[in-house]
């Protein structure tokens, strides 16, 4: 079995969009066995190319963990250059910093660097972003590869959980017996941010080999299979009316399904997420009492 080199207390991990849904989830994971740098945005903006490698250095981090980034796909498609900016380029400073500090960069990618044809995709298929997010977060794998030698590339999918801002996120919030309209033709793999959390902390133990993995929630749906599923957990009673893509207009192309098959962690490291179902109802636990 692997095992990390780490004396745990010791080592310094860096999380950058540490307010963020993945980031706040990481920091809390985290805390428990080492020592977290939580980097937000008043610490460090992003588009502040120059600033990055000085900031960064003088924290002396042996690991970071870089979840920021710009993911509202539809702001990215309108605004290119802050999505190339912040999404890229901030990628790019971030990975000349951690290759000064010999430091181990986890870079959080995605899994619209496909563009959603097939799904199932393996970590190696080839990539082919249809819209400026997933250019700008291609990037950004392709900046850390070239820059940081010690570097895991992290590709997950429709993250959501406490604190988070996107639609699977802030679903459960919305008034009991709404009237919704949600896309029932675009499949993938919800992913509980408390459990990619704690499968990168498993992750940083085991010290595998570098390179790609792909880490999603087990299991697969669409938008309308969520919130179904969120109905019945979270007692909402929403009347829910399924939609196609093609109904919904909005500035980015969305994949059909960009599944991801989570080859090397399940086959390599022998580890399993657990399914969307179980994440779900995870978060609505979370949710009943944070209520309270
Ligand atoms: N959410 C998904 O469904 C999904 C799917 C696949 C991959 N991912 C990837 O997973 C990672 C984490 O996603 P998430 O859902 O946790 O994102 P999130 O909730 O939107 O959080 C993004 C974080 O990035 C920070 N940030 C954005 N622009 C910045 C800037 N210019 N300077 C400094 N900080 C900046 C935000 O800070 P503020 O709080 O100040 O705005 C926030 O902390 C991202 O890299 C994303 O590409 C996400």
């Known amino acids: 079995m692997l095992n990390g080199p780490w ?7 860096l999380v950058t969009g540490a307010s963020g849904t993945l980031g706040s989830a990481l920091c809390e994971i985290l805390k428990e066995k080492y020592q977290v740098l939580p980097l937000k945005r008043a610490d460090l903006e992003l588009s502040r190319s120059a600033e990055i490698i000085p900031v960064v250095t003088s924290l002396k981090p042996e690991i970071i963990i870089h979840t920021a980034a710009i993911t509202d796909v539809d702001s990215c498609e309108e605004n290119p250059g802050e999505a190339y900016t912040v999404n890229w380029l ?28 097939r799904g199932n995709y393996m970590e190696h298929d ?15 794998e392709i900046a850390v590869k070239e820059n940081a030698e010690k570097h895991y590339i992290i590709r997950t999918s429709w993250v959501y959980g406490p604190g ?21 033709d675009q499949t993938n793999k919800p992913t509980y941010s408390l459990d990619l959390a704690a499968m990168i902390s498993r992750f940083i133990d085991l010290n595998p080999p570098w390179g790609i993995y792909h880490v999603t929630g087990s299991g697969e749906t669409t938008p309308y299979g969520f919130a179904s599923l969120v109905n019945e957990l979270f007692g909402k009673e929403f009347e829910l009316r399924p939609v196609s893509r093609k109904e919904f207009k909005r500035p980015a192309r969305r ?15 022998g580890l399993k997420m657990p399914d969307w179902q179980d994440g779900l109802r995870r978060f609505a636990e979370w949710w009943k009492k944070s209520e309270k």
């Open 255 to 269: 994949p059909v399904n960009t599944t991801l098959s989570n080859f090397a962690l399940e086959r390599g490291l």
């Open 126 to 140: 080839p990539v082919n972003p249809i819209q400026v997010y997933g250019k700008s977060k291609l990037y950004g």
């Open 90 to 117: 901030a990628t790019m400073f971030l990975s000349r910093a951690a290759a000064e500090l010999d430091a181990t960069l986890l870079y959080i990618s995605t899994d619209y660097v496909f563009d959603g044809e």
């Open 7 to 13: 004396d745990n207390k010791e080592v310094k991990i």
């Open 164 to 184: 988070g801002r996107n639609f699977l996120s802030r679903l459960p919030g919305f008034p009991a017996g709404s009237e919704l309209k949600v896309v029932a």
